[in-house]
C-alpha cells in the first residue's frame, strides 16, 4: 500500500467554516426527537437558557483556538498535557466518538427505513452510508472540512418549510401555555439534561485547530453558530407545539418527520422522501468528521501519530468503525428497551464532554499561563 496523507494541512480555513461546522454538528438526530423530550411549551425558556450557557463553554473553547498550542495540534496537545494523558484521553475519546456515531447513524437508518425503505436491511443501509463517508474522509481532512457547506446549503433551508404550521387554522396561541410551569418534575430536568447534551458536539471541534486561521476572530464566528442553533430549537419546538399540542405532542416517536408528511405539494406527492435523502448529506459530514477522529484517536492511542498514515491502516480503522456499529444495530438499537439505553448514554455523554472539555482546556490553558 502506498503512504497518503489524510491531515495534510494545506491551508488555513476562515471562521465562517467554524460558523457552519458549529451550527451543523449540534443540529444532528436530537434536532429530530427533540420535542418528544421537551413536550411542555415552558421548555421554550430552556432552550433560550441552556442556549446562552452554551456560549460559556464556546467562550472557553475559543480560548484553546486563539492559544500558541492550538496550532501545533497533537504535539500541543502533548506541551499542555504530557504525552501519556494525551495517550489516555485518546482511548477515552474513542469511545465517547463511537457512541455519538452509533447514535447519529443508527438514528438516521431508523427514519430512513420508517418512511423510505421499510423492506430494507439496515446493516445494507449502513455499509452504503459509511461507504460514503469513507470516499469522503479518503479525500483528508482538508476537503472534509470543505463538505461542510455543501451539507449546510442542503439542509440549513429546510426550517423554511415549518413556517407554514403556526399559520395554520388549527394552530392556537392556547398551545404555547403554561410559559411558566406550574410544578418542575424529574422529566423536566431530563428535558433540561437533553436540551443541554444537543447543544455538545463544539467540543470535538478543538482537534481542529490546525485547520483554521488564528488569526480570525474565532469567538464570533462560534457565537453566530451557536446563536443559529438556538433559533433553529425554538423554532422546531414551537412549530411542534403548534401541530402537536403539547398533550399529543409525546406520543409521537418522530414527531418532525410526521409534520413534513403533512406538507403537500403539486410536483411531488411524498416531499418528506425527498428531505429525509437530502438530509443525509448533513450525517455524511458529521459521520465523516468523526471518522477521521476516530482514526486519529486510534493512532494517537497505539503511539503511531508521528508516522504517515496509511491506507490500509485507514481500511483496518473503517472496518473496526462499521464492525462496532453493526453489533450495535443487530444486538442492542432493533431492541427499542436496548435502544433506549444508547441513547440515555448519549444524552450523558453529550452532556459531560460540552462541560469538561471546554472546562479542562480552559483550566489547563490558565494553570500554563502561570507558570
Request: aromatic fraction near 18%.
Amino acid at each position: 500500500m502506498t503512504d497518503f496523507s489524510l491531515f495534510e494541512k494545506t491551508s488555513s480555513y476562515q471562521g465562517i467554516y467554524m460558523t457552519l461546522m458549529v451550527n451543523r454538528i449540534q443540529m444532528l438526530y436530537f434536532a429530530i426527537i427533540m420535542p418528544v423530550f421537551l413536550i411542555y411549551p415552558y421548555m421554550i425558556w430552556m432552550i433560550i437558557i441552556v442556549g446562552i450557557l452554551s456560549q460559556i463553554s464556546i467562550f472557553m473553547l475559543s480560548k484553546w483556538f486563539n492559544s500558541m498550542y492550538a496550532s501545533k495540534g497533537y504535539e500541543g496537545f502533548v506541551e499542555l498535557f504530557g504525552e501519556r494523558m494525551v495517550r489516555l484521553l485518546a482511548f477515552i475519546g474513542i469511545g465517547f466518538i463511537l457512541l455519538k456515531v452509533i447514535v447519529i447513524i443508527l438514528g438516521y437508518i431508523e427514519v430512513a427505513q420508517q418512511f423510505i425503505f421499510p423492506s430494507v436491511n439496515t446493516n445494507w443501509m449502513l455499509l452504503f452510508i459509511l461507504l460514503i463517508c469513507w470516499y469522503v474522509t479518503s479525500l483528508g481532512m482538508a476537503n472534509t472540512i470543505r463538505f461542510i457547506v455543501i451539507a449546510f446549503l442542503c439542509t440549513a433551508w429546510m426550517l423554511c418549510l415549518l413556517l407554514k404550521f403556526p399559520f395554520q387554522p388549527f394552530a392556537t396561541i392556547h398551545d404555547l401555555f403554561p410559559l411558566i410551569p406550574y410544578e418542575w418534575t424529574m422529566k423536566s430536568w431530563k428535558g433540561v439534561l437533553f436540551i443541554w447534551s444537543a447543544f455538545s458536539g463544539p467540543e470535538y471541534l478543538v482537534l481542529l485547530a490546525p485547520w483554521f486561521n488564528k488569526r480570525e476572530k474565532i469567538l464570533k464566528y462560534m457565537t453566530i453558530g451557536n446563536a443559529f442553533t438556538i433559533f433553529e430549537y425554538v423554532f422546531i419546538f414551537i412549530a411542534s407545539l403548534f401541530f402537536f399540542g403539547s398533550h399529543y405532542l409525546g406520543e409521537n416517536k418522530l414527531p418532525v418527520i410526521e409534520m413534513i408528511r403533512y406538507l403537500q405539494s403539486p410536483a411531488f406527492e411524498r416531499i418528506d422522501i425527498i428531505l429525509i435523502s437530502v438530509y443525509l448529506f448533513h450525517f455524511v459530514f458529521a459521520i465523516s468528521i468523526f471518522l477521521l477522529l476516530f482514526y486519529g484517536a486510534t493512532r494517537i492511542t497505539l503511539k503511531k501519530s508521528k508516522d504517515q498514515t496509511t491506507r490500509l491502516g485507514f481500511l483496518l480503522c473503517c472496518a473496526i468503525f462499521f464492525i462496532c456499529i453493526m453489533m450495535s444495530n443487530e444486538l442492542l438499537w432493533e431492541k427499542a428497551t436496548n435502544q433506549n439505553i444508547l441513547l440515555e448514554l448519549e444524552i450523558w455523554a453529550g452532556a459531560l464532554t460540552y462541560l469538561f472539555v471546554p472546562l479542562l482546556l480552559f483550566i489547563s490553558l490558565k494553570r500554563k499561563g502561570r507558570s
